[in-house]
């Protein structure tokens, strides 16, 4: 026999779903109501603050009177004294301490006659002579000086040989004064190695005497330095 009902006429195929349905929404409206909460409405004066008086407000004009300054004291009455002419007044006698143009002149020259000082080789004015420069024009002795220099050091020139083993080369900076005799003396050095610093200070050594150099006509000691380039080839 065929039931008469059909399957989409029966009205408890979703009733589980939609208990659950509708008992989620109790449990969220319950939990609201528990949550609910309420607050007293109360009035609060916060006040109003007016400041359009206070700008009509005057302030009084008030006068200052200046009270004249008191008179200056009347001056003091000078006391003269008088001194009888028979007294006898000791006179003291100041000798002067100041000294002559020519005590000055004296000092000065015997000042500067002792004074030992060094004048750069830039600014001397008469520079030192190197031997066969006292034929050229004082104009250019100072650069016959440095040719002869060149031409020395090339002259004497000598590579050590332990430096060329090792491989070394650089700049040695030598300097040297000349004395008032014309000799050369205070050779010092400085660069990469010593060996290098011991045969520049060689080739210097073996500079001639020289015309020393002047300053107001007098002789005085002139230091000079010059670079010696080692390099290997």
Known sequence: ????KSP???LTKNSKFYFAIGLCLVIFLSWRLVEWKTYEKSAIDIGVLDVSD???????????????????PPPAPEIIQVVEDEEEVEETVIESTETTQEEVIEDVEVLEEDLD????????????????????????RRKCFQDKIQRHIAKNFRYPE??????????????FVIAKDGSITGIQTRGPDKNLEKEAKRIISKLPNMTPGKQRGRPVRVPFSIPINFRLQ
């Open 117 to 140: 000082v060094d004048v750069p080789f830039a600014i001397i004015e008469d520079v030192p002579l190197f031997p066969g420069c006292d034929i050229v024009k004082k104009s250019e």
């Open 1 to 4: 026999m065929e039931s008469k």
């Open 162 to 175: 332990i430096a060329q083993e090792m491989g070394i080369q650089g700049r040695v900076y030598v300097q």
């Open 8 to 10: 989409k006429a029966d």
């Open 54 to 72: 206070d700008d009509d407000d005057e302030v009084p004009l008030t006068e200052q009177l200046k009270t004249p300054p008191p008179p200056p």
